[in-house]
């Protein structure tokens, strides 16, 4: 590989403030906007990282289990490479995504009823010599890739702290690329939200139980985004740190999706709906007034994770599922 190979495939996210939000929390929300990523989400940090590292060892195809968002990463950051992508996805991956991965090159396998079906397939794919397994959220080198974003929080900030984050939970990845980054930069001592929906609450439940448990089934509305067993790298920095595990239902998070339609100008799926409820449901001034969570010294920074399994059609009938309409 050459010296251009080593360019990282995702860019520097704005920072943005958001008016609403911060009116709605009492205190400065920084909205870090990973919905713009160029496969519109964070999913390409850590998942880019990890493909040029392996293809730097001599990795020769890649074989990803996704929902969607990992696997249009793993399509995007292989057509960079030049190298062949196999993405496996659950029965409920939309069509337009499907559509999305072929576009990028890749070979697309239909398998299973959620997330965990589609990966135990992908895994047995990865027989083949040279070819790796990529996992959506599960790998020391995604965390590394995801921990990107706190440098660049770090270099917007200069020698402001945040007051706290705020980020959604599948399988933990990104809640574990977090924790990596605030360690290096000596923010370990700031509290994370970790959001979850019901029916998708992997990490809460396993906060509850006091160990690593498999949910029966993914009941909420974000099937696709869901995984039934937290990572266990997740769980441990959950315990470790000053981590805040909340759920919120599927109609909370759709209702904040809508309300950042409306404030922000941008859609995003259910996923991110769950960290945006944090403020859009008072969550955020609950936790204050009951003394969970201290006044904020700092800005919040709400981490929009973005996704690209969303569109006006799929948010109606996200509506008529639970009877907003």
Known sequence: ??????????????????????????????MKLENVQPVGSFKIRGIGHFCQKLAKEGCKKFVCSSGGNAGLAAAYA????????????????????ICKLQDLGAEVVVTGKVWDDADAYARCLTDAPGSVYVSPFNHPLLWEGHSSLIFELKASLGNQKPGAFVVAVG???????????????????????????????????????????????????????GAKT????????????????LTVDDRDALQAVERFLEDELMLVE??????????????????????????LAGPLIMIVCGGSLISMSELQNFKSQLGMV
């Not at 520097?12 to 009116?23: D, E, F, G, I, T």
């Not at 030049?82 to 995504?97: H, N, Q, R, Y």
Request: hydrophobic share 40%.
């Open 171 to 225: 399988g933990g990845g990104l809640l574990a690329g977090l924790v990596e980054g605030i360690i290096k930069v000596g923010w370990s001592d700031v509290p994370i939200l970790a959001m979850e929906t019901l029916g998708a609450d992997c990490l809460n439940a396993a906060l509850q139980a006091g160990k690593s448990v498999t949910l029966p089934d993914i009941t909420s509305i974000a099937k696709c985004l």
């Open 270 to 295: 259910v996923s991110c709906g769950a960290a945006l409820a944090a403020v859009y449901s008072g969550h955020i001034q609950r936790l204050q007034k009951e003394g969970k969570l201290e006044p």
């Open 1 to 30: 590989m050459d010296s251009q190979d080593e360019t990282p495939f995702h860019f520097v996210s704005p920072l943005k403030k958001s008016l609403a939000l911060s009116k709605l929390a009492g205190t400065q929300v920084l």
């Open 230 to 245: 937290v990572c266990d790298r997740a769980l441990e920095c959950a315990r470790k740190y000053k981590v805040i595990s």
């Open 78 to 97: 292989c057509s960079k490479l030049g190298l062949p992508a196999t993405i496996v996805v659950p029965e409920c991956t939309p069509k337009k995504i």
